[in-house]
């Protein structure tokens, strides 16, 4: 076993794991530590604790320090400088006219290093904008491309359900999710019922997939043919989460009843059981 205390950094949802030394922090406390990418600014988001050496991958760096005066000083420069190279990048870009969107500025703990992330359609040709940037900030510049759904991890959004959006809030890394999860959950096809504030198809789809996918091995399919204490009838709604279905069932010439049933009351032919797969299972990319 090992003690070890968890560091979140900016634009990150994932907690890294550092030596605390013989030092008590709480969740919440700011901290200076180093990185591969040199020194940084974190928060504790895991108190000291003991973990199994199994979860250890790398050898563990200890805390250099809680932030004292002077680093929180440096972090309040820092946001303003990031304000203000954010406002210049974009004004930069406009006169090499690229049609770019700045989503955010990065600088690292000493300031000698600032990262700009952007979105773009396609690829873009900033080498001229880098020297622009290098000039005009006075320090080293990265650009770094990025895509809508890390557009929407960084800045944040409230997603449809009115909480923000997972990716934002909690998700470490972005499981695949297709189509098919909406069919078999029997969700609206239609792209913008779907899809996340990024676009993409909507990361919750995966969170009770397991479920529809065992549960539907137990239910008919639509419009197939079961028999039901009250005779045979054809499957015209499923509701997955009760394990009931509604069957159509002929009363006479013209006549039908629609009857509700727990699917353990029916039988079915072993063949029209689970969803019918004819939708592209390929990740929304």
Known sequence: MQKIIGVKFKNSTKSYYFDPLDEVFQEG???IVETAKGVEYGIVSIANKEVDDSEIKHE????IRKTNEKDNKQILKLQSLRLD???ITAEKAELHNLKLKVVDCEYAFDGKKVTVYFTAEGRIDFRE?????????????????IYEREDIKIRGAMAPCGRPCCCNLYLQDYEKVTIKMAKVQGL???PTKISGMCGKLMCCLKYENDYYCETAKEMPKLHSKVTTPDG?????QLDMIRKELVVKIAKGEGDYSYNRYKVCDII????????????????DE
């Open 232 to 236: 045979e009838g054809s499957v015209e």
């Open 29 to 31: 406390d700011s901290v």
């Open 60 to 63: 563990l760096k200890p805390i």
């Open 268 to 283: 079915t032919d072993k063949n029209s059981k689970g969803i019918e797969d004819d939708t592209d299972d390929s990740e």
């Open 85 to 87: 190279a954010m406002k």
């Open 129 to 145: 904008l880098v020297k622009d940037l290098a000039s005009a900030l006075k320090t080293r510049i990265e650009l770094r491309q």
């Open 188 to 190: 609206s096809l239609n």
